[in-house]
């Protein structure tokens, strides 16, 4: 079936606008998980959604990072007044219950990134 | 919190050698473990994991992992690599109660050579 897919695959913006990034994740998965990927950081959580609500935003690096969901499908990840520093792979991942031996597990999907550069 | 250590960043070998990818994880409160690929410009696919039972975790393109409790580890192995095995590999943890999120190490970048 299909995976995770995310658009657009590249985005080159000049510093001071906004960027929207879109994450369309597998059909039926309820968790949707934004992470970063960069040469200083390595890959860093941004932002977990379970359903509309986000429990766990704590990787968000500022307030000009935002993200919603809607639908419980498609996520939007926006980055108001872009940064140099903001220049990284941006990973989107879902998930939905397995079961291990009785136990509910999440195992996550990744999709091929957003690749932003800023200028 | 957690934390992941990989303890090589860059891994060269000949293909058909053996080879073995290291991590070590801190962790307050119990944990699942994975290892995941990332081949260039793609995103990161799982290789295995450890849930629970047995120590050793057999994944795809024969990969294992074992899991050793007492010393926070779980290193990755193939006891003989190919060409296409190039990739970045990434060791990561996730709580298995609480929070959802991967906590991931700086990455193994597994570099074949003919």
């Known amino acids: 079936g299909a995976g995770v897919s995310q658009s657009p695959s590249n985005k080159v913006t000049e510093k001071g606008k906004d960027v929207e990034l879109r994450c369309d994740p597998i059909?039926?998965?309820?968790?949707l998980y934004w992470y970063r990927q960069s040469l200083g950081q390595g890959l860093e959580f941004l932002i977990y959604f379970q359903g509309n609500s986000a429990p766990d935003k704590s990787g968000l690096p500022s307030d000009r990072f935002s993200a919603e969901r809607t639908g419980g499908s498609v996520s939007t990840l926006t980055i108001q007044r872009t940064q140099q520093e903001d220049s990284a792979v941006y990973l989107c991942a879902s998930s939905s219950y397995t079961t291990f031996l009785a136990e509910l597990t999440y195992e996550q999907y990744f999709g091929p990134g957003t690749r932003l550069t800023v200028t | 919190a957690q934390s992941v250590t990989q303890l090589d960043s860059q891994v060269p070998v000949f293909e058909e050698a053996p080879v073995e990818l290291r991590c070590n994880y801190s962790s307050s409160v119990s944990v699942y473990l994975f290892w995941y690929v990332q081949y260039p410009n793609q995103g990161l696919q799982l290789l295995l994991k450890?849930?629970?039972?047995?120590?050793l975790v057999k994944g795809i393109n024969g990969f294992e992992a074992e899991f050793n409790k007492s010393q926070t580890s779980f290193h990755l192995r193939k006891p003989s690599v190919h060409i296409s095995d190039t990739a970045e590999y990434f060791c990561a943890v996730r709580r298995i109660q609480g929070a959802q999120k991967l906590v991931f190490g700086q990455g193994t970048r597994l570099t074949i050579n003919p």
């Open positions: 450890y849930l629970s039972g047995s120590t």
């Open positions: 059909s039926g998965h309820t968790a």
